[in-house]
């Protein structure tokens, strides 16, 4: 035999270029887990750089609890506790959140009758009711008759739970504005890890109100979902983190931070 034959180069399955790409498909990128941020793990998880690295669109907020963050078309906007909405940088740092790279092909439905937040839950549950037992994310756009959302104040160390901090969160109620819903349903077996159900964040198209919404309507809206099937985690490296009881049940807290302002 010749002693110099070569042997037959295995091409990979993916090639090398693609394989993030193709990774980050369908996948919802986590930053932090929730339980952490009601104890009050403020600190950054990864900077806006490497969060929207395979990602364009999502939720959650910034180092310090600094406002409500909305992720779209690739950008970082923050909703403030003074009512403004500001563009951040790729150096800022993401606490929480959740992001996914959105495949905008899909179809588009009309969603009509959104009468108040229960409405719109409502209407989304057909895109749901098959499988629960995974993630969905949605862009919802249109002429909104009210909009109802809230942002907190940045917080200082040592920081307090996100209990105490809903105490003092800002309101603001919209009228007769047109911009996106994004947001996020996690299955319930995640609870503790993420808010199972859905998780509503709201963005002007003109880039000037936002945040955490707590009430809605709408004549119709225009839809488009993503059912996601892989779920990337990364958690805090810091101190505080490590130390931190995550096992507790903080269901009801929880659900008491999410409603408005009693």
């Keep these: 035999m010749n002693s110099q034959r070569k042997s037959k180069k295995l091409l990979p399955l993916i090639p090398q270029q693609s394989k993030g790409e193709i990774f980050m498909l369908k996948t919802l990128i986590q930053a932090s887990t929730l339980n952490a941020l009601m104890l009050g793990n403020f600190d950054k998880t990864v ?28 950008v970082a906007y923050k909703a403030t506790a003074d009512g403004k909405v500001v563009t951040m940088k790729p150096e800022n740092r993401v606490a929480f959140g959740t992001v996914m790279k959105f495949d905008e092909k899909v ?43 809230r942002s907190c104040f940045s917080c200082e160390k040592p920081y307090p739970t996100l209990s105490e901090v809903a105490k003092n969160q800002r309101e603001f109620h919209f009228e007769n504005t047109y911009g996106s819903v994004i947001a996020v349903y996690c299955p319930a077996y995640v609870n503790g890890i993420n808010l199972p159900g859905w998780h509503f964040h709201y963005l002007s198209g003109d880039k000037t109100q936002g945040g955490h919404i707590l009430g ?15 779920f990337d985690l990364t958690l805090p490296q810091n101190p505080e983190f490590a130390e931190r009881n995550l096992c507790e049940d903080l269901s009801a807290k929880t ?7 009693k």
């Design 255 to 261: 659900a008491a931070v999410e409603g408005a302002k």
């Design 47 to 74: 900077s806006v750089r490497d969060f929207l690295h395979h990602a364009d669109t999502g939720i959650g907020t910034y180092t310090g609890l600094d406002g409500e963050a909305i992720f779209e078309d690739g």
């Design 107 to 149: 179809p588009e439905v009309t969603l009509n009758g959104i009468n108040d937040i229960e409405a719109l839950k409502e209407a989304l549950e057909p895109y749901v009711k098959d499988n629960k037992n995974v993630f969905y994310m949605i862009k919802a756009k249109g002429v909104f008759k009210t909009m109802h959302v």
């Design 216 to 230: 809605l309507s709408a004549d119709s809206l225009n839809m488009k979902i993503n059912k996601i099937e892989r």
